[in-house]
């Protein structure tokens, strides 16, 4: 994957290495990747995706095949291709921890290398970073909206490609759901793994009955019985005619699935028919063009679960964010891009969060040398291109966003926007320094 | 990648495999991809990604490591992991030639092949099919918008993760884009290459002048710069002031690039103060958040060339389709889902187009078997699991695109939904079928 991933930019980060190489641009450059501005509909964004970051930045190399092919596409001449053959990621990074709550304007990852190379990663960093923070924040909304019943991801067939439905698992995971559908995903991440049934297998049946049988022999561990192919209610009907046959087998029904219509009016239904039936333990999963919103109107009704996709892995009412990879620094000295509606806040900044019986109250953003209170955001993870800290488990990182999650003001724990944005508070320090630069580059 | 790609798929893919060896389920079973519903925004889709789909299938299998992983997480017994281990696709499939317009109900791809094995297949297809109509259907769209100006892929850092940036210059490339600023999409399908400079470049130098005459000195051949760092029509002087010293080395400029604030306001003035300095021939190239709408609006804007990313790559206002791959046959009988909303035509069908004067006038959904007049849109394409055609080129694909967009309707050439949507008409022979299994059905 790596020399794969090496590939993986947009042209002009290599062109920008072949200008930097042409006149002894190599002094240290500080990039910071933050949100411009939050998307409409989102009161705060989770941290995702910094170890595959890492990861990338650990792996980073140039094959031969690959400088061949660049320097026959007259993309590389020889001092670059000799360059990118020896090129290792050796520069350092800090980082918010994953499962971090932030807000627009605060640097998640600030990296400082060599111009040339701190340039090259950033295609594929914010390619990393905005999709895995992109899905933990939705993620995020849906399980605050879901409270306490259970939510699995079953979206990888409509996830934007393969790889966006392995990191989607991953950030909903982060987020607080239960698991996946995904194999790869379990095989990879350890998330644990969920599935039912398929329509298909019932009709290719002769009656219902004799699917949820074979499929209840198949399966005696976690029998979860699809029962919307035909007529929901009349399914539900027949579960609870086989359950006997099976008990006999020593074989319990755990649940059945409903995957369409008015899944409320059809969880009433089924849970009646159900209880009436003596299956009060068996439990009703309920899928289908969900999100926070439809969970959250779903609160009252009787489904014990959720498995949740397309909604969740494609964020759809908001699939992108104002996201960006700014240079702020090179060779010592503050830098800061002015163009209209994307200025940034120049040079290398640190976020402090303050709380106050345990919810969190106001940041600030700061430069990294200004003083400041609270919990500082930003953590060095590596150094000359080395980790220095180990990565969390994912357990770790669950913790951490169930304890952020929880120490959201009330306000921004809704679905709805709330009346005033969390105060990210501008430093006077970060404003001298910006007013400083201003002034300079007025007399450019 | 295709150990990987077999376990990328849902776990209920596996289950359903495990309960169709234990029951004997191996007859030929028959399914079908096609798009339930088309987004708010479309007046027609366009099939892409079918090239992929045959690779994943040709290329499936189940490595031991994966076998033994499967094996301890319980999901397969012996018989199951005999069977995965010998494995590969040796089914029949049929699909629409890349590049064809189609419309809701109508099957993009039809799969023929023993139950479990059709059956495990069907994540993957989805998942690579849905994400390229996706977005080569959104960037046919902004292709018509941009008439006959160039449009070039700038959006992997913002697509959701690689493989998507990979895909998405692919479909963007079918649906007539110039070019992709992706190295990797370069490489694998040989689309050309696009790229200009990066904003920290000109930070990286003390003066804009320097910058622009650096990265001309670096790529003599391709002069784009980029002047919306710190003030545009101020960098636009600077161009005309570094363009005779340049003109000296033989160097010409070849565009300046305009990647903020008011596009088509920018351009004029840029436009002015480059004609005014004699560089008329030196082309203006727009990027920043562009969709169809943009680019309509921006038709009489001096901007020579577009530069599109996010909204294209993920599109953005309509992430998703909501599609499905669905058994219409088991064992030689037509089958039939009639879940809520989720219903479908049963049995193998084929698509007919009749065209009057070179435009499209009607389709006809009917039965394979079923006489129809016109273009016959599901051609044979694998058969036993061998291709039975050369896969086309990109250009051949592009051509038919070309042809295919031409064809439309002008109504659904528009942005706006047209008043009536494109006729497809529902043939009798499946209306009857239909009408037979809803009877069988209710005497289940």
């Given amino acids: 994957m790596s020399c794969r991933d090496a590939l993986l930019t947009d042209l002009y980060q290599l062109t920008m290495v072949k200008s930097c190489l042409d006149h002894g641009l190599r002094d240290v450059a500080v990039f910071e990747f933050f949100v411009r501005r939050l998307p409409e509909a989102r009161n705060f964004l989770l941290c995702a995706g910094i170890a595959q970051v890492a990861g990338f930045l650990q792996r980073l190399q140039f094959d031969d095949e690959s400088l061949s092919w660049l320097q026959a596409q007259g993309i590389c ?103 996946t559908s995904n194999v790869l995903a379990a095989r990879e991440f350890g998330i644990p793994l969920f599935g039912t049934m398929a329509h298909a297998y019932v009709q290719a049946h002769a009656s219902e009955q004799e699917a949820f049988i074979h499929y209840a022999r198949s399966h005696p561990g976690r029998v979860v019985l699809l029962i919307d192919t035909y007529d929901t209610e009349a399914a539900a009907r027949k579960v609870v005619e086989v359950a006997p046959r099976l008990a006999a087998e020593g074989i319990a029904i755990d649940g059945v699935r409903i995957d369409s219509g008015d899944l409320g009016m059809h969880a009433q239904r089924v849970r009646s028919i159900l209880d009436a039936g003596g ?113 969390p488990s994912l357990d770790a990182i669950r913790a951490r966003t169930r304890a952020q999650l929880a120490a959201l003001p009330a306000a921004l724990r809704r679905l709805d926007m709330a009346d005033e944005p969390y105060p990210v508070i501008i430093a006077q320090a970060l404003r001298d320094l910006t007013d400083k630069l201003d002034g300079r580059s007025d007399a450019d």
Same sequence: chains 1, 2.
């Fill in 77 to 179: 001449d020889d001092r670059m291709r000799d360059y990118l053959a020896r090129l290792h990621f050796d520069g350092d990074v800090w980082a918010m921890p994953e499962g971090t709550v932030f807000f627009a304007d605060e640097p998640v990852l600030r990296i400082a290398a060599p111009l040339p190379l701190a340039q090259l990663v950033e295609t594929r960093i914010i390619n990393i970073l905005h999709f895995q923070i992109l899905i933990a924040s939705k993620a995020a909304r849906m399980v605050l909206a879901a409270a306490d019943r259970q939510l699995v991801d079953f979206g990888l067939r409509r996830t934007h490609e393969g790889e966006a439905g392995l990191m989607a698992a991953r950030a909903g995971y982060i987020a607080g759901l239960s698991g």
């Fill in 279 to 391: 299956l009060h333990d068996v439990r009703i999963i309920a899928s289908g063009n969900l999100d926070e919103y439809r969970l959250q109107a779903l609160r009252r009704a009787p489904i014990d679960g959720f498995g949740v996709g397309t909604r969740m892995n494609t964020s759809s009412d908001a699939p992108c964010l104002d996201c960006a990879y700014k240079l702020q620094e090179y060779a010592g000295i503050a830098r800061r891009k002015v163009s209209e509606g994307k200025a940034t806040w120049p040079g290398r900044k640190q976020v402090y969060r303050q709380y106050r019986q345990e919810i969190m109250i106001r940041d600030k953003l700061t430069l990294e040398n200004d003083v400041g209170r609270g919990e500082a955001l930003l953590q060095p993870l590596m150094r000359h291109g080395e980790l220095i800290r180990a990565l």
